[in-house]
């Protein structure tokens, strides 16, 4: 069988990470076994959905690299497909007119109450061999019914949390389409889930209430239980507090932990660890997680956000990248300060340089900005302890020792500024911060000659310069 899963956001606002996650398991299930992996859109919502939300999730997927095979699907544009199915489920009395109103509802739901039991749709519209219907009133749309089998029971086959067996009799008659004609969500998706071949629906656990009568519906429509899908219900991802992850927890929408500098890869392989678990392994490439992962793996329970972890995850990623790897959330971070057109090959030599130090790709692009222009000021504690009465003539010598150097290298660079040390009968300290704080215009910057090197010849010597006039006074 040819695996085929989906990920099938709400586009009501921006794509959170129980989302991404819930879409991670969903694209590795199906990279692992060479199947599909497909985006539908669920959009039928127009109240909630905006196009710019879809926009955020699309940007989302794609920064992730959870790229999908064909088109994407809008729920919006099958409207026609779902009244096609509604009229088939009508003509085969799986489905029947109701014309009762909210009120009349909302009473029968009152009187089982009252009799302490669930509350539910009575079935006074549904057919039912001898039954006499009521006469339809005057003026009234009615809404369409899934007629629910009324006995036996639904068995989800869940790949996470085992079998989950709910009595049909717990089942209301659902509405399938309103009086309006449009089609509802859970008819929507099964239809979706069955036109589109879904073998493996991968979602959050939020939706193990809608499963039963997402798969009576299905049942109905292809008729063989063994063509039905396999479900796997994905615990939900909590905030260090025990309650649900939400905004009150910081940040959740993917693209904000890109803004904060995270890593696609590392943000993926944080998720995919979040619930599941290959040995103690904690460091995946993309390939390891394709090799590795399977949904039968992923433990039941609720998992927790740690932004800390996050953040390591995030460092061992940054490490262990090449730097051509890096370049694309270099430039992002960098054009942020208005930092724009470096070619690629620049931008890798300082990911190279800069990755063995920085947490966040943020944290790489602040820690780089003293490359694009010469200190406004210089750091007033860093002057304090380090610049003293002979660095001025120190920082002369090393102008004058670099000014000499045939070659703008590194291993050179370094024993120009060695001699100058030992020349003046100083430890390689009392030269090398002075150089930091007129380069950069504080103590703090990568090794001295991976610094002058990506600075480079003229810059480096005519911040040298600027310094010794300034501390000379
Ligand atoms: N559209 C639903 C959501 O955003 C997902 C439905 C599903 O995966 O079946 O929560």
């Known amino acids: 069988m040819s695996v085929v899963t989906r990920f099938a956001p709400s586009p009501t606002g921006y794509l959170h990470v129980g989302g991404a996650r819930t879409a991670l398991y969903s694209w590795l299930y199906a990279?692992?076994?060479?199947?599909?992996?497909?985006?539908?859109?669920?959009?039928?919502?127009?109240?909630?959905?905006?196009?710019?939300?879809?926009?955020?999730?699309?940007?989302?997927?794609?920064?992730?690299?959870?790229?999908?095979?064909?088109?994407?699907?809008y729920q919006t544009q099958r409207f026609d497909r779902y009244a096609e199915v509604i009229e088939q489920l009508l003509a085969e009395g799986k489905a029947y007119r109701c014309y009762a109103s909210a009120e009349d509802v909302e009473a029968m739901r009152e009187s089982a109450r009252a009799r302490g039991e669930k509350p539910k749709y009575d079935g006074t519209w549904r057919p039912m061999p001898g039954k006499t219907l009521p006469e339809p009133p005057a003026g009234v749309e009615p809404v369409i019914r899934f007629a629910t089998p009324l006995s036996g029971t639904t068995v989800i086959p869940d790949l996470v949390k085992g079998d989950i067996t709910i009595s049909n009799t717990e089942l209301d008659d659902l509405v399938i389409a309103r009086a309006d004609g449009t089609p509802t969500y859970n008819f929507c998706v099964v239809v979706d889930d069955m036109d589109m071949g879904i073998t493996h629906v991968i979602r959050g656990d939020d939706h193990v209430n809608n499963t039963p009568r997402q798969i009576n519906i299905?049942?109905?429509?292809?008729?063989?239980?063994?063509?039905?899908?396999?479900?796997?219900?994905?615990?939900?991802?909590?905030?260090?507090?025990?309650?649900?992850?939400?905004?009150?927890?910081?940040?959740?929408?993917?693209?904000?932990?890109?803004?904060?500098?995270?890593?696609?890869?590392?943000?993926?392989?944080?998720?995919?660890?979040?619930?599941?678990?290959?040995?103690?392994?904690?460091?995946f490439t993309r390939d390891e997680m394709i090799a590795h992962f399977d949904i039968a793996n992923v433990q039941g329970g609720a998992s927790t956000f740690?932004?800390?972890?996050?953040?390591?995850?995030?460092?061992?990623?940054?490490?262990?990248?090449?730097?051509?790897?890096?370049?694309?959330?270099?430039?992002?971070?960098?054009?942020?300060?208005?930092?724009?057109?470096?070619?690629?090959?620049?931008?890798?030599?300082?990911?190279?340089?800069?990755?063995?130090?920085?947490?966040?790709?943020?944290?790489?692009a602040e820690a780089s900005l003293?490359?694009?222009?010469?200190?406004?000021?210089?750091?007033?504690?860093?002057?304090?302890?380090?610049?003293?009465?002979?660095?001025?003539?120190?920082?002369?010598?090393?102008?004058?020792?670099?000014?000499?150097?045939a070659e703008w290298q590194g291993a050179a660079i370094t024993e120009a500024v060695r001699g100058v040390a030992e020349a003046n009968e100083v430890g390689m300290g009392k030269v090398a911060q002075p150089i930091r704080i007129a380069l950069t215009g504080g103590p703090v910057s990568p090794s001295i000659d991976d610094t002058l090197v990506l600075l480079g010849r003229d810059a480096t010597l005519a911040r040298l310069q600027t310094a010794v006039d300034v501390f000379d006074q």
């Open 31 to 73: 990279k692992r076994r060479g199947g599909r992996f497909v985006l539908r859109i669920e959009d039928t919502d127009r109240e909630r959905s905006t196009d710019d939300a879809v926009q955020v999730i699309l940007d989302a997927m794609n920064w992730l690299g959870l790229d999908h095979d064909g088109e994407i699907a």
């Open 218 to 283: 299905l049942k109905a429509l292809i008729g063989d239980e063994a063509d039905l899908p396999a479900y796997a219900h994905v615990p939900m991802i909590l905030g260090p507090d025990g309650k649900r992850l939400s905004k009150r927890h910081g940040a959740v929408g993917v693209m904000t932990f890109r803004d904060m500098g995270i890593l696609p890869g590392a943000l993926l392989n944080y998720l995919v660890r979040l619930g599941w678990a290959h040995g103690d392994q904690e460091i």
């Open 306 to 364: 740690d932004p800390e972890k996050l953040t390591w995850v995030n460092q061992e990623h940054i490490k262990a990248a090449e730097p051509a790897d890096l370049v694309d959330e270099l430039a992002f971070h960098l054009a942020r300060h208005d930092i724009q057109d470096l070619s690629a090959a620049r931008l890798a030599e300082i990911a190279a340089v800069q990755q063995a130090r920085c947490k966040t790709m943020a944290e790489m």
């Open 370 to 405: 003293f490359l694009f222009s010469a200190p406004a000021e210089y750091d007033a504690k860093a002057v304090k302890k380090h610049i003293k009465t002979a660095t001025p003539a120190l920082l002369a010598d090393v102008h004058g020792a670099l000014s000499d150097l």
